[in-house]
């Protein structure tokens, strides 16, 4: 641990620290534009100079000069002023005055380091370079003009998104930051690189000249796309949200978020369902609050009521849904809406056990049934991590860009009773070793082969737990704990044959064995549950309501609600609560509080922030066997995986647009 | 100099450069240049295969080759790499062409040596025989262009054409190389200058003297 002075004062610092992270540690700022704590270092804004002895008598590159023992660092000197100085002008020389057009406006690094550490007039009297603008997809918008040649999104296209795809062409002054013929950029994280950016030169398209920083009232939320549980910001104005930004959390999602958990959000103003509607002749009607009630007292469920939870809704909703349905006398509750019926006796079968900052350490992966990438693209950047530090992949199931070397071992199942030698080699020599079941592997009922699979190659062991399941509905772990799972799935519900049916936002679920019960949808999109329903009760997104979320690894997290629901729609919770009185049951909570009350004397583990824990996996079941092949996964579209991004008009574009999966209307040129 | 930029990607760029391939022997030279970089490495050779294929299409052309789309595209191929980082290298180098050349690519040095020793009369010489800096002339023989230092400053001005030196030249000089290569002979390379080998001080040595002839311990002199 080398000892370094700065300014000064003396600090121990970690070995491996450059002397940009020995100032941090000292408290000071140090300003810099290509410099990143997750990219590595490019050392070429040479905005954090800052004087070092011993050394030569000059400014130095603090980020990329290591901190070793007996360091003098100074950043408070007159040369660090001057040179820091010098290299903003430097900066400013070919980047426009253009702030006041400029998205970046308010949140823009050199902006606010020009303010902090510039000289405060231009001396500069010639032309300034201009750059074409480059055409980088739907979701990022350029102007290249402003670019100052960090290369932070080239560094993360090729580190972390693993698909180079941007690149520097050409050389100084003529530098240009561009895609490989100005093809757009494809991948899933993609839009990071609008954050990345100290600059205006990538902002973002869909939110172009939509708002200042400073309107925003800004909101810390959960992301529901996927069951990564990705820590957001959600910045709204008055009723709208008007962008979803990452938060920083090592835990889950680094400080990246998915394209879709970006901009998804211009959907939660779009199709949404604002008023009551009631089935009257075929024909979906406006009707009022009491109107639904009464109709749907009307059908006097007694106890044959079932509610079915969707992919988004939160613990709090799912939870007064099932007190509700306990008043009434049912258990008929049931949250994997596509008809899997996984044994979920012990909860740590079904859990992504490994963490998914543990899986970037594993050194052994076999991926069953999952296309990763668009299931939970940031678990997918742990795997490339770990695959960087040596880890094997091996994969079961149909071909996909992997952005990492894998290994596909074919779509049959059958290949986890018999894999090939280098496979069971790469595991017997692991330390780490883990396995990662998806949806597809579920749906084949492969769950109890993966446990088989675990316990052959001992994948929990000290300090290690490699069993993984890896969900993609946010609602679904959270679901789970509070026994939204029938034995058979949805089969057991249809059998049961329920009068009412309560759809928690489920589009995802056949409507069609429930053909004779009365449908009532609680949701916040005109989508396919919508369609089918009888009544519905228009509810709130995740955006307008307090909840709680469990995401893939067991981890609970509570998000805020950011805007008010549109029209006559209400919180969830209040609905069921109505809904309750109209069946003349008692639930038990009066308020929001009551209900998280009560669901947290009910399931503790919903009370605390963190990691559930789920205990040790069940033993003894080396003998299940997996059959079939798995033909496909079960997202067929990134883009559109649930009924907000259904309604985004951002998501149908890349849809169209990325994936070529619909016509849209080229512009004319 | 400032003015590299990519030949569009066009049909017919496509058609006439889409099944590019190297011949036998270059793929034998690019082999070879994989070979020198261990295994997995093999992107490291991604500037001589550039330069390869670069001299293939020049081959085919009967100009000192350029680097059309396609052709990169094979070569990001060959060496399994991402395009856009075989076109990061090709735009950063101005050795490569990004576009049609012709037979004789002038590059003219204007750095401040060959300046002040002369190098805009060598421009106007070139541009009174009908060169344009960045076009190929209408002979299809010459492409001008203006570079910078090409470190041949002792025997300043000095211009390269395909891959030799002509250096210490005037007008009249270039015009003499440019008139023999045009005829199609091989003119003299390096430095023009009678009586001068390569870029030792003109008018003889005037420092280690004593070495001339014969090798001279100076040690004892010091």
Known sequence: ?669 | MADRSLAPDTPDLRERWGGFEFTESYRTRADRAIARYPEGRQRSAVMPLLDLAQRQVGEETNTQGWLPLPVIEYVADYLDMPVIRVLEVATFYFMYNLRPVGKYHVQVCGTTPCMLRGSDGLLAACSKRGMKKGHVSEDGLWTLTEVECMGNCATAPMVQINDDNYEDLTPERLDAVLDALAKGEQPKTGTQEPGRHTSEPAGGPTTLTEMVDANHDYRKEW
């Open chain 1, 1 to 669: 641990m080398p000892k370094v002075t700065v300014d000064g004062q003396e600090i121990e610092v970690p070995d491996g620290a450059t002397v940009l992270q020995a100032c941090e540690l000292a408290g000071k700022e140090i300003p810099r534009f290509c410099y990143h704590e997750r990219l590595s270092i490019a050392g070429n804004c040479r905005m954090c100079l800052v004087e070092v002895k011993p050394g030569p008598p000059k400014p130095q590159a603090s980020c990329a000069l290591p901190a070793t023992d007996g360091q003098e660092i100074r950043t408070d000197s007159e040369m660090v002023k001057t040179a820091r100085e010098g290299v903003m002008e430097f900066l400013l020389i070919n980047h426009p005055l253009d702030c006041p057009i400029c998205d970046q406006g308010g949140e823009c690094d050199l902006q606010d380091q020009s303010v902090a550490y510039g000289r405060g007039a231009t001396r500069y009297e010639e032309n300034k370079r201009a750059v074409t603008e480059k055409y980088m997809g739907p979701l990022i918008k350029t102007v290249m003009t402003r670019c100052i040649h960090c290369t932070r999104c080239v560094r993360f296209s090729e580190e972390i998104a693993g698909v180079d795809e941007i690149g520097a062409l050409y050389r100084g002054e003529d530098m240009q930051i561009t895609t490989y013929l100005e093809q757009a950029a494809e991948h899933e994280l993609s839009a990071n690189v609008i954050d990345l950016c100290p600059v205006g030169a990538l902002t973002s398209r869909p939110y172009a000249f939509e708002a200042r920083p400073w309107e925003l009232k800004k909101t810390l939320s959960i992301d529901v796309s996927d069951a990564v549980g990705s820590n957001i910001r959600l910045d709204s104005r008055g009723r709208e949200v008007m962008r979803a930004l990452p938060r920083i959390n090592d835990d889950v999602n680094e400080e990246w978020i998915s394209d879709k958990t970006r901009y998804q959000v211009d959907g939660l103003s779009k199709r949404r369902l604002d008023k009551v509607f009631m089935r009257k002749r075929g024909k979906l009607q406006p009707a009022s609050w009491d109107e639904a009630f009464k109709a749907i007292a009307k059908a006097k469920p007694g106890n044959s009521i079932a509610a079915i939870a969707g992919d988004m809704v939160d613990c709090e909703t799912m939870f007064a849904a099932k007190t509700l349905l306990e008043a009434c006398g049912s258990s008929l509750i049931e949250g994997r809406q596509t008809g899997m019926d996984y044994d979920v006796s012990n909860l740590a079968a079904v859990n992504f056990n490994s963490t998914f900052a543990g899986i970037e350490t594993a050194d052994a992966i076999l991926i069953v049934g999952s296309h990763i990438r668009w299931e939970a693209p940031l678990v997918n950047v742990r795997i490339r991590k770990a695959v960087k530090r040596g880890a094997r992949v091996f994969v079961v199931g149909p071909q996909w860009d992997t952005t990492y070397p894998a290994q596909f071992l074919g779509e049959d199942l059958a290949v986890l009773g018999e894999l090939p030698k280098d496979v069971v080699d790469a595991f017997a020599g692991a330390d780490r070793p883990a396995i990662i079941m998806g949806g597809a592997a579920l749906a084949k009922g492969a769950l109890g082969a993966g446990l088989a699979f675990a316990e052959t190659h001992k994948l929990v062991r000290e300090g290690w737990n490699g069993f993984n399941v890896l969900h993609f509905s946010a609602a679904r772990m959270g679901g789970l704990m509070l026994g939204f799972a029938q034995k058979g799935g949805m089969k057991d519900i249809a059998a049961a044959g329920p009068k009412v049916v309560i759809s928690l936002g489920a589009d995802e679920m056949d409507f069609e064995p429930f053909a004779d019960s009365l449908k009532v949808y609680i949701g916040h999109h005109g989508d396919k549950g919508a369609h089918a329903a009888d009544i519905i009760l228009p509810g709130s997104s995740f955006a307008e309501k307090d909840g709680t979320y469990v995401n893939t690894e067991g981890r609970v997290q509570f998000a805020e609600r950011a805007v008010f629901a549109p029209g006559d729609a209400r919180e969830d919770w209040t609905i069921l609560r109505a809904l309750a009185d109209a069946l003349k049951v008692e639930v038990g909570f009066d308020s929001f509080a009551e209900l998280q009350a009560n669901m947290i004397r009910e399931v503790p583990a919903l009370g605390e922030e963190g990691l559930a824990g789920y205990g040790d996996l069940p033993k003894g079941g080396s003998t299940a066997k997996a059959e079939g092949r798995i033909t496909a996964y079960p997202i067929k579209d990134f883009y559109l995986t649930n009924p907000i991004a259904r309604a985004s008009a951002v998501m149908q574009q890349c849809s169209s647009e990325l994936l070529g999966s619909g016509e849209l209307a080229e512009a004319a040129e």
